[in-house]
C-alpha cells in the first residue's frame, strides 16, 4: 500500500476542483482498468496538494497539473503510539424510508448527521483501531456536507488502524471523502 502525496499547479488542473473529474482522473493514475478492484483513496487537501492511498503506486504525471510527487510505503504504528490524525468525510447515517418486506433489508436514504452526533460517529468508525483523544472539525460544504476532522488518539489495534487507512471512512470515497491520514504526534 502507498502513499502518494502529489504537487499539484492550480493553473494547471482546471476543472480539476470538481470531486468526480479529479475521482476519475486519480483512479485512471493509479489503475487504468475501470473493472478492477484497486482500493484507492483520495483527498485534495489544499488547492495545491492532492494525496492518495493506493494499492499501487500512482503514476502521478496522469493527473492533469500534476507537477511532482512524494510517494512512500503506507506507514504502520504500534499499539499505544500517540498519532494525530486527519480525516475529510462526509458524516452521514441511514434512516429508514419504507417498511421492508419479509426476507429483505430495509430500504433507508443516507442523510448527514447533525454535528453535535460527530464524536460518536467516530468512534464507532474507530472502534477498536484508535482511542480518539483529541478532535475538532471544520465545514467545508459539498452534498453530503464534507467536514476536515484532525485530532490525536492512541493506537489500540496496529492492524485495524492499517485497514481503516485503506477502506477509508464513511460516504464519499469515490470522490475525496474518507481517507484517514495518520502521522506520528511531534514531540512537544
Given at each position: ?70 510517494i512512500h510505503p503506507m506507514p504502520r504504528y504500534p ?19 419504507e417498511r421492508a418486506e419479509e426476507g429483505q433489508r ?58 481503516l487507512c485503506l477502506k477509508g471512512i464513511g460516504a ?17
Open positions: 500500500m502507498y502513499l502518494a502525496r502529489i504537487n499539484l499547479d492550480p493553473k494547471r488542473s482546471t476543472g480539476m476542483d470538481q470531486w468526480a473529474a479529479m475521482g476519475r482522473a486519480v483512479r485512471r493514475a493509479v489503475d487504468p482498468d475501470p473493472e478492477s478492484d484497486a482500493r484507492v483513496l483520495w483527498a485534495r487537501t489544499s488547492p495545491n496538494t492532492l494525496v492518495v492511498s493506493s494499492d499501487t503506486a500512482p503514476a502521478w504525471g496522469k493527473v492533469p497539473g500534476a507537477v511532482s510527487a512524494a499499539e499505544g503510539e500517540t498519532i494525530r490524525w486527519e480525516l475529510i468525510s462526509a458524516p452521514t447515517t441511514q434512516r429508514r424510508t430495509p430500504r433507508g436514504k443516507r442523510v448527514p448527521l447533525p454535528e453535535e452526533e460527530f464524536e460518536n460517529w467516530l468512534d464507532g468508525k474507530f472502534a477498536g483501531a484508535v482511542s480518539v483523544t483529541a478532535v475538532k472539525w471544520k465545514h467545508l460544504g459539498g452534498r453530503p456536507a464534507r467536514y476536515h476532522f484532525t485530532g490525536e488518539a492512541v493506537v489500540q489495534d496496529s492492524e485495524a488502524l492499517h485497514e464519499g470515497t469515490a470522490t475525496g471523502a474518507g481517507l484517514l491520514l495518520a502521522s506520528p504526534l511531534a514531540p512537544q
